[in-house]
Nanobody, 118 residues
Framework: VQLVESGGGSVQPGGSLRLSCAGSGFTFENYAIGWFRQAPGKEREGIACINVRGDDPYHADSVKGRFTVSRDNAKNLAYLQMNSLKVEDTAVYFC????????????WGKGTLVTVSS
């Protein structure tokens, strides 16, 4: 099982980024995909999750209305569209997979760094 995040980088406040999560080694369409982040000195935070059907996605209050999780099972990809980025969104972002959305998912990527600064 492998999950690889991409799309991180540096952006100014108010900007946008789209993170991708590529899954391999498992039946992607049968797994929920979660997005988490960890800022320096802070605990890991679950920010979004999408179930196998792709309906009723979860977004944490801290990102609701700014971030959107989606998936393309035909491409074995999940996405996190991040708009109106704030300095406090700076963190390493991880995607993870499990049979359902949970705070402690089974499979994890290595993360991609997002830095929001002026």
């Amino acid at each position: 099982v492998q999950l690889v995040e991409s799309g991180g980088g540096s952006v100014q406040p108010g900007g946008s980024l789209r993170l991708s999560c590529a899954g391999s080694g498992f039946t992607f369409e049968n797994y929920a995909i979660g997005w988490f982040r960890q800022a320096p000195g802070k605990e890991r935070e679950g920010i979004a999750c999408i179930n196998v059907r792709g309906d009723d996605p979860y977004h944490a209050d801290s990102v609701k209305g700014r971030f959107t999780v989606s998936r393309d099972n035909a491409k074995n990809l999940a996405y996190l569209q991040m708009n109106s980025l704030k300095v406090e969104d700076t963190a390493v972002y991880f995607c993870a997979a499990d049979t359902w959305c949970t705070v402690d998912m089974d499979y994890w990527g290595k993360g991609t760094l997002v830095t929001v600064s002026s």
